[in-house]
């Protein structure tokens, strides 16, 4: 999804990383998160949220509270359509171009895949 040389550049990362907006919609996404998240993330119906598994939404939400703040090594479980898995995050607020707020994430994998827990 990202676009341009930098687009190219940020596919081959094999960090998961994102653009995520004030909504926790995920604006913008590299190969990698594509591969880890599936095919909703590039359908506007699914938001971050979307793929926490159920223990950590509530701390998930909690980060789209204003006004967003830097986190380093945020831990969140992901329940993706292979696996579930525990990322670690780098978060950084950014302005978006719409003029929006939002959050820069890259994240790398922490645990082994588990079960898949259900929606």
Do not use: H, Y
Not at 74 to 98: E, G, H, K, M, N
């Amino acid at each position: 999804m990202p676009d341009g040389q930098w687009g190219d550049v940020v596919d081959l990362m094999p960090q998961v990383m994102m653009v995520v907006d004030g909504t926790g919609r995920v604006v913008q996404a590299n190969a990698a998160a594509l591969r880890v998240l599936g095919d909703g993330l590039e359908t506007a119906e699914l938001g971050f949220l979307d793929f926490v598994a159920p223990p950590d939404r509530q701390k998930a939400a909690a980060a789209w509270r204003a006004p967003f703040t830097r986190r380093l090594g945020w831990q969140v479980r992901l329940d993706t359509p292979a696996a579930q898995a525990v990322f670690s995050f780098d978060c950084t607020p950014l302005a978006l171009r719409d003029g929006g707020s939002g959050l820069a994430m890259i994240g790398r994998q922490v645990t082994g895949c588990l079960p898949p827990l259900g929606r």
